[in-house]
């Protein structure tokens, strides 16, 4: 997967050097690239905002300083047609994975969710672009789209950041970590939380010693009994997603219960 992420901060992606997500560009299956949007000015100072339309406080992004900055990315020239266009048919799942994907992190835009990272997984090229400010203008995404490129907006949560790079570093850690190759383990991520079609969270997790500092762990754990191991987890997952996360459990399909479940 080739990663490329537009910022007026790149250096904020050095991040993506380190840890699992370094690995994984020496290991070959990822390349994340990180472009400063200020390298697609002609002025002198280099100015990416401007004033909104309509008044209000806060600085707006300009659309033409984007617009050739993704044009560049996207292998898009002013004066030929769109690559992109009609190039390849979706897959099962609407998803068309071998054109780039633009995606703009958008505090009003809808929420990131594990089922959108698992879809962007499947994607060759993903375009971030990170919009500072009071955001970026609108047009911006109602024109790729009508291009015929993939553009989506999410938000990360319900909460303001002063920009994008931070919700963009979330979405990328979401979505890399699910590429295949990408984790040592692949169980990793099949049993923990919001994966799979259930999204129940993740039971609670104990390492030895079986007695610190006067808590046990579950004496169920230290049975031996996987049957008996399975039932109290899957218990501790139901018990903890209604108490915390009753939401979870309101999107549950009643049909995928198992049978002691319904007999609860
Ligand atoms: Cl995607 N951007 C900003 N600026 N703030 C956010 C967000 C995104 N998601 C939640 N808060």
Known sequence: MKIDIVSVFPEFFEVAQLSLLG???DKGILQVQAHNLRDWTHDVHHSVDDTPVGGGAGMVMKAEVWA???????????????????????DATGFTDRQPVLIFPNPSAPLFTQSAASELSQAEHLIFGCGRYEGYDARIPTYYRRQGIQTREYSIGDYI??????????????????????????????????????????????TRPSSWRGIEVPSILTSGDHGKVDR???????????????????????????????NK
């Open 232 to 262: 109290f987890r899957r218990d501790e997952s139901l018990e903890l997603t209604s108490r915390i996360r009753p939401d979870l459990i309101e999107h549950l399909d009643c049909n995928r219960l198992d049978i002691k479940d319904k």
């Open 161 to 206: 950041l002063n920009g994008g790079e931070a919700a963009v570093a979330v979405m990328v850690e979401a979505i890399t970590r699910l590429i295949p190759g990408f984790m040592g383990n692949p169980n990793s991520i099949i049993e923990e939380s919001y994966t799979g079609d259930e999204s129940l969270l993740e039971y609670r997790q104990y």
């Open 68 to 90: 050739e900055c993704l044009d560049d990315l996207l292998g898009l020239s002013t004066s030929a047609p769109t690559q992109a266009q009609g190039t390849s048919p979706a």
């Open 23 to 25: 690995k994984a560009q």
